[in-house]
T-cell receptor, first 112, second 119 residues
């Protein structure tokens, strides 16, 4: 799986958009970008994933650069409950024979 | 959606005793289950992979005789920490892959975790 780089921490004001960057310059053509988050003392939660097109769901938007070397997760209207560690992971979709390799992620703190 | 139910959510045990953690897939069949361990302020580390009906595979440095994994059915995998010691105190999390097709593959679903404290 390609390596990812994320800032260790970020702050965002409640109600504003939180933009979390991720660099994955060695991503392969068949690797997807997945985002998970882990709220304190809970298991990780799937947020969104994409290959090359931008994606949006009820939780977030994912913007992937044209060269696919980086991406941004956008939480459009952050709430206090969005405070969590966010993990950007790149891997091939399907399969499921291997576990995930988690980096250190970004600790997003939403300020009231 | 696919849910993995993990129990107990927390447990305190005495040093030298064994603790069993269960993970059940509630509305799907999990032929594979992954077990992770997370120490405070650290990321999740994969410990082992269990496959229904066969022996688990362990990551380097994880003692298979200490962390016994059983995956006897398509909906239940268990992790038993044997002869627990204070250094085994950690947050244990199970996970199952969601084997959809193409972009419908959401990757993995996770249990809620078990906080183990060995005293």
């Amino acid at each position: 799986d390609a390596k990812t780089t994320q800032p260790p921490s970020m702050d965002c004001a409640e109600g504003r958009a939180a933009n979390l960057p991720c660099n994955h310059s060695t991503i392969s053509g068949n690797e997807y970008v997945y985002w998970y988050r882990q709220i304190h003392s809970q298991g990780p939660q799937y947020i969104i994933h994409g290959l090359k097109n931008n994606e949006t769901n009820e939780m977030a938007s994912l913007i992937i650069t044209e060269d696919r070397k980086s991406s941004t997760l956008i939480l459009p209207h952050a709430t206090l409950r969005d405070t969590a560690v966010y993990y950007c992971i790149v891997r091939v979709a399907g399969g499921g024979a291997d576990g995930l390799t988690f980096g250190k992620g970004t600790h997003l703190i939403i300020q009231p | 959606g696919a849910v993995v139910s993990q129990h107990p959510s927390w447990v305190i045990c005495k040093s030298g005793t064994s603790v069993k953690i269960e993970c059940r897939s509630l509305d799907f069949q999990a032929t594979t289950m992954f077990w992770y361990r997370q120490f405070p302020k650290q990321s999740l580390m994969l410990m082992a992979t269990s496959n229904e009906g066969s022996k688990a595979t362990y990551e380097q440095g994880v003692e298979k005789d200490k962390f016994l994994i059983n995956h006897a059915s398509l909906t239940l995998s268990t992790l038993t920490v044997t002869s627990a010691h204070p250094e085994d105190s950690s947050f244990y999390i199970c996970s199952a892959p969601l084997l959809g097709q193409g972009r419908d593959n959401y990757g993995y679903t996770f249990g809620s975790g078990t906080r183990l404290t060995v005293v």
